[in-house]
């Protein structure tokens, strides 16, 4: 049981506020998060690749002095639209989830 | 495994390497480091530094990394299209054949027609493979592919019954052509028989024009006329004294025995033609279709099991070399 499509949201989630480069992606989702959602990191470049591929997000290079280049990313109206469903999908999973949950916690409270 | 940034970048180009096209390769690795960099100068108040080797750490096993980011974005985009036009040379060769294909020198078009199949299977998996698309959009091309292909193919075949072949599937188009040719041979060797019959005034003539001189003996038989020359101009004169053309009645006969000869090779070979190609049964589309999805399921169950060697065989190299790098 999982909510499919789950770091492609969390990264279209980041990038809608504003266009960020990787790191700050995934720093982003830690601090939104609390802490909650820790990023395997080297797993973030491949996910943003496949969303740059599937032209959900665009991406530019913006060269620094002295440091390594950084490419910095935005989402697509594309992308927007498809952030959207996967919203939809993750309430209609969380309610789902969040309702099988609240009636076991009322079974077994009075067993507690 | 602590490993500084450099290590680790390293690394990851090696784990990468002939896994990514170059300009991603390198995009890729910018990225990486910009990243690891970022993570140990970006110091959040009221939090210690980071080392490069926590960095490396919490970034992943390189091989994970490159595991990942290969399958995600591709195992090189060029050669599976090198690979899926290779694999349509084989189908060409069927078409090359269907158009050459000949009653003596034939090679079996069934297996020609499995290789062709098979060869735009694998052409699909690997161009599938290079755009990412998901294995299941593959098995359902091909399933629709061959379901509305075999029932074309079936109505493209004759099938040819008897010696020399038992049984074998052949262009219906050539096969056509091919009885067609030899019923128009017969007809021809018809109309010369019949002209040779009756212009039988034209053939002083036309026996003259067509047949060399013969020497004859006193006999009037084949054979070296042999005559005391008492010098050689004397021989040119007894060549010309003593030669003759066949006659004209001689010539027609010989030319209508042959006429018949060829008449009854031609009547035979058409018959024989004819009688070989007979339209397939309805047990012979089963058959055939049968034995092509056994062929595909096979030629699934391989590419699987050749994908396996394949990655027993990348793991050992990049071992050996990972060996090498540590050496």
Redesign the interface.
Known sequence: MAFKGDLDALILGVLQSKPS???DI??SIREMSQDALRL????L???L??LE?SGLIVAEWQQQTG?????IYAITEQGAARLESLRKEWQKFATGVGAVLNLTLAEVKPHA | MPRTIEQYLAELRMHLSGRLPDKDLEGFLVETEQHLRSSVEDVAEGQRPISEHEATERFGAPQDVARTAARVCGSGRRYPWILAIAAMIPFLYLVWLSIVWDQVHDTNLFAAMRLAFSAVAMGWVWYSAATRRPYWSVVAATGVGSMLALPALASYLFVTIGPPRQQAYVPRLVAENYVATANEYVASVKIAEKACTSVKGCFATYAYLKTSPVIWNRLGRDGLFVVPVPYPGMMLMGKGLFTRHPSAAEFQKNELENFELKSAEAKSYAETVASQLKEPALGQYTAFLGATVNFMFLYFLSLIVLNFIGIGIGNLARTIRRGRAYA
């Open positions: 480069h990787g790191y995934s720093k395997g990191e080297g797993q470049y491949p996910a690749h496949k591929h440091k390594p280049a950084k490419k």
